[in-house]
């Protein structure tokens, strides 16, 4: 930070932000400042503001110096157009050793006060700002700056996890993943529903621990004590000599016939020290690595007194809290420790799931459309700006499938007649994929029912069981479960769900007929043994939705900090 | 689930459902009933509703049979009063196997229809539900049920997790935690706040490895590979016998003088055999247990190429967004391995952390004091039946000390004074801590500060340097760091927050002086060098906000799954 001039006293601040001061148009925040999306997307670009006096602070997009005037492009992430920010070569070289050279470099930062004012004619800008006052100054050494360019590709930039954020289409899509969180919950709440925070660390094995990131201290215990090892020997020799001293006042106090009260603090003295060489002893023999119990790990010693993983979905969890509230939905982190390295799986996701009690799969269905229909209006209510970025930059498409989304309802269909559809299909089309009665649909089916056979939302139910989770509803015909899937053009599968089995004795004989145990599921029979009710529930992938809206093509790219194998970067 | 007549056909359903019938008053859901609370908590407490066909569903808290009626009283999590519901005793028996005896157990689900009536004079109810049609009934054996008296402990409780949301305390809490949730997001986006998801899994080790849970896949791996090499001793021997056997064959036929095509069709054999044996051999080189490198475990072979863990705090990696947008919070679960075995710490808890660029301490203490506020009113505006349950069952001053709260200014006061006042106080109360400059301040001191001497919020600020982080901004004063933490009567501290150090010499210093590597930070000193900003944050324990709220006193009973040393349920 160049030259931190100290901060006027809070009622001079007063009267240069606009808080207040135009009534209801400026948003108020906790820096003093205005955020540049209040002054620019006023419905005349702001220019009804000449004449106010405002401090903003931002990131210099782009600069350039002209005379004695440095013209920044400046941009505060509230929005993704960039306010004209005019600052005179004089007040920055009050500030010290900095240049107006230096300023105007990519990356900058400033904190300016001024005052807005009509740009000349043949701007495209409705306003900019003239500066008075430069408050703060972060400056960047262009030379070693890794995001300097304006053209850069999102993989390049992905190597830059701490700076890609300042770049527009990081920008963009983190405002459009905001709103879509946001509007998430606001749906969810306006329905009644009540978000529960469902564990991240399980100790519930649910499909098999393959795919499960391990949760334990156990390593570092184990470090912890092969450290102390290592000074064993030596604590050791010294014990071992001290109680032989000890043991040798003793006898010559005894020898030399000492009092009772001398020989007996000299006992009491070698006790202490024969305890301690014991405890040592016992230490010692404590074998170095992770502990184990009858040839096996002895998870008995871990954090949580057994083995723990990280959820893989938070469904089961979430059941226990609808066969009590009724509806309710959970909306975080889950983890998956696949070594795929696809553009559209990710170690760490986040996922949004509903679980409705007395709905069965039709209802599900109603809400899975109902869900994504307002997700899709939302952004075209509140991310116009950001979605026109999309458009120009990314997917020219991308509003008009939101407005196709918002607008239409979505197909239903059930698996028997959406293979039958497939089968006709592929005498045409040539599927990698064989189709036929009981094969799980791949990608390019689902591509081919929702992208070319009904270019809309497809909502196919009714899976066959043998390809199904044991938790699913079988239906009357015993060879159907009422699972579905919601299908969507660019991204295929974005919803599954499902009615659940509330039987008691069917869900336990499917638990069996898997080949899966019982015990890890008691707690989960127990929601159909008591007060057992119909409910239903599914999961959508949090960012298969961004790269839905957006048009983006990688995953890693509309999450903040992507994790896929070999990278976790901060 | 005991009987379960099929639904009635969707047009039938229209007209059942109170949805639309009585204009914008009962909530329409995805699950054709209606919220009880949308029946008692109208004005007239749902009197205004007698005469209306509805469709119900919930979980008997009482029942009692009265000649051939079940009286019951049921709840369907929506709120914390119960609906009464009579069923006539014919209604129940055509169903099967079910009696009437039965379905008055606590804990059985009704899924019912029926007509909405004024009961007879002399009732405490104004409204309830004659049956008319039972839909469906999930059975409670009730010797076996963990829960059917209403009296229990939340010390009982805790050890059935996923029945105990069926309580009136645990639904209550998760209704009040769900309006804190979702009070935290309304707040931060009417303030111009992106939500950011922060990493979960993370790769900088911030505050010593040593409170971290690692995650993992290595030792999973370990157990594949030792299944592995227990199969390898049969093979090689089979792979050395086939080998033998094809190097004779070509022997024979060489010494025969076979064809050059026999010849070399069973040399081509031979090769492959060779090949194949010189695989399982190395193969049965490799050592069982984690791979090991230069003596340390070999953190390159794990999921993420080097060692990984739970993330303690979000901070650190919210600040690359606030250095782009401006207006960040990131909400999401925290870990720390801990053995604490208290009531105020869990090793998975949830954490609000906004970070605010350009924004100094005052700003970052007037955002705090602003949100707690609106914390505390939004309870007291959408929660008032759970609040009043909280002030009859556990704390008679919960619903005074949010009122207090959201309309009182919080103390604000320097370290140094607070110290001041903690010796002046000392000479009268016994602290068992002792308060001298430079000290950390005790719970005790916290609580006599915030409790005691002001009986409002306080907050502190302005720390001594030796006892706060290393990003916490240095004062001129070059003692003091401008920290601050939230006090609030019942938990003492709620909030620490901080300016963090922008300038790059500094906080680099910093960082060194306190004997950290700077490699894992070069992410962090980025930030300083391209741009830096003056900016602040803090941290809000969800849990011990809602500890504040309710009155309860063990952490242990205000989240859904609590995780802590020994315990992590489900």
Same mark, same amino acid.
């Given at each position: 930070m160049s030259g931190?001039?100290?901060?006027?006293? $809070?009622? +001079? =601040?007063?009267? %240069? !932000? =606009? *808080?207040?001061s135009v009534a209801g148009v400026v948003e108020a925040e906790f820096s003093q400042r205005v955020l540049i999306r209040s002054i620019i997307r006023r419905p005349d670009g702001g220019a009804d503001l000449a004449g106010q006096r405002v401090r903003v602070g931002g990131w210099v997009k782009k600069g350039r110096k002209q005379r004695a005037i440095a013209f920044l492009e400046v941009n505060d992430g509230s929005c993704e157009a960039n306010l004209q920010v005019l600052v005179d070569a004089e007040l920055v070289t009050t500030l010290g050793e900095v240049t107006v050279g230096q300023i105007v470099a990519t990356g900058t930062c400033v904190h300016v006060e001024g005052t807005l004012k009509v740009p000349p004619e043949g701007t495209v800008q409705r306003i900019e700002l003239n500066v008075e006052k430069v408050l703060d100054l972060g400056t960047v050494n262009a030379a070693k700056y890794p995001l300097p360019k304006t053209k850069l590709t999102l993989e390049f930039i992905r190597d830059y996890v701490h700076l890609r954020p300042r770049t527009n289409a990081i920008s963009a899509i983190a405002r459009i993943r905001n709103a879509l969180a946001y509007a998430t919950h606001t749906f969810f709440q306006k329905h009644g529903f009540l978000y529960v925070h469902t564990p991240i660390i399980t100790t519930s094995d649910c499909e098999g621990a393959g795919e499960m990131f391990q949760v334990t201290t156990l390593i570092n215990d184990a470090e912890k004590l092969e450290k +102390? @090892? *290592?000074?064993?020997?030596?604590? @050791? +020799?010294?014990?071992r000599i001290l109680a032989k001293d000890k043991g040798e006042i003793v006898t010559q106090l005894k020898s030399a016939k000492a009092s009772d009260t001398e020989i007996s603090a000299a006992v009491s003295e070698l006790k202490i020290a024969k305890e301690n060489l014991k405890k040592l002893e016992e230490k010692s023999k404590l074998k170095p690595g992770i502990p184990q119990k009858d040839g096996k790990i002895d998870y008995g010693q871990d954090f949580f007194a057994r083995q723990a993983f990280l959820t893989v979905s938070g469904q089961l969890q979430v059941e226990t809290y609808a066969s009590a509230l009724s509806s309710v939905y959970t909306f975080g982190p889950t983890f998956r420790a696949e070594h795929s390295h696809t553009s559209r799986h990710l170690a760490e996701f986040w996922m949004v799931e509903p679980e409705i009690a007395f709905a069965d799969i039709q209802d599900d269905m109603n809400c899975a459309e109902a869900f994504v229909k307002f997700l899709c209006q939302w952004l075209l209510d509140n991310c116009r700006d950001d979605m026109e970025f999309m458009v120009e930059k990314f997917d020219k498409s991308a509003i008009d499938r939101l407005e196709m989304v918002a607008a239409t309802g979505f197909v239903r269909l059930s698996y028997t007649d959406a293979v039958a559809i497939l089968e006709e299909a592929s005498k045409e089309t040539n599927f990698e994929n064989k189709v036929e009665w009981g094969i799980d649909l791949a990608s390019e089916h689902e591509r081919y029912l929702t992208e070319v056979k009904y270019k809309k939302p497809v909502i196919v139910y009714n899976y066959p069981k043998g390809i199904k989770a044991f938790y699913m509803k079988v #239906? !009357?015909? #015993?060879? *159907? %479960?009422?699972?579905?899937?919601v299908l969507v053009p660019k991204v295929g599968e974005l919803i599954g769900g499902s009615q659940r089995e509330e039987r008691y004795e069917v869900i336990r004989d499917r638990i069996l007929e898997m080949g899966l145990p019982l015990e890890p599921y008691e707690w989960y029979l127990d929601l159909r043994r008591f007060g057992t009710v119909k409910h239903s529930g599914f999961g959508l992938g949090f960012e298969r939705m961004i =790269?839905? $809206?957006t048009g983006i093509d990688n995953i890693r790219d509309v999450i903040p900090f992507p994790r896929y194998p070999g990278r976790a970067d901060l």
């Open positions: 931190s001039p100290s901060a006027p006293p $809070a009622d +001079e =601040l007063a009267a %240069v !932000t =606009l *808080t207040d +102390e @090892l *290592t000074k064993i020997p030596a604590d @050791l +020799e010294a014990a #239906n !009357t015909d #015993n060879k *159907t %479960v009422a699972a579905m899937d =790269l839905f $809206a």
